[in-house]
């Protein structure tokens, strides 16, 4: 595991994951830069990406897999995290949830090096030190079993450190 302060549109990697939301169709922050990085292909992928009820084509903790089109990335994995109230309502296990599904997602796709952004910490509201402990905590946990490079990339120095403190207790 290795962190990076940057734009994760640039990263040479197989996969990058999109914090998306339920429709898939872009949004902003992350969401946004990835979409217009990638252009009109991915949004017309995403398009074709079955709803699972009206409105939702990836519910929150799942993950979806397209191609990253003009981005360096093979991949884009698409995981919608959740909107955080005050951590008492599940939304500890559904941050987990798009961590593990994205990674297994990425191994049957065969990458071998993903980059995470900090997922629902933008406007979805999830305080930056709690999800960065669950982000280390399931990649942590896959790599026991997996040989994949895992790539945490973050926007703010503020948040890089926050994750450069966990990966100091992992090593």
């Known amino acids: 595991m290795r962190i990076v302060q940057g734009d994760i549109t640039k990263l040479t990697v197989d996969a990058i994951v999109n914090a998306a939301n339920q429709v898939m169709l872009g949004g902003g922050g992350v969401d946004g830069a990835i979409h217009r990085a990638a252009g009109r292909e991915l949004y017309e992928a995403c398009l074709k990406v079955p709803e699972v009820r009206p409105g939702v084509r990836c519910p929150t903790g799942e993950a979806r897999i397209t191609p990253g089109f003009k981005l360096p990335a093979k991949f884009v994995i698409h995981t919608v995290g959740p909107v955080y109230r005050d951590g008492e309502h599940g939304e500890p296990e559904k941050l987990a949830n798009c961590y593990r599904n994205s990674l297994a997602l990425a191994a049957e796709s065969g990458c071998r090096s993903i980059a995470f952004p900090c997922i629902s ?51």
């Open 121 to 171: 910490t933008g406007v979805y509201g999830y305080p930056i030190e709690d999800a960065a402990e669950i982000a280390v905590r399931e990649a942590g946990a896959f790599l026991k079993a997996h040989d994949i490079e895992v790539v945490f990339c973050c926007f703010s120095e503020y948040d890089a450190r926050i994750f450069e403190k966990l990966l100091q207790g992992v090593k």
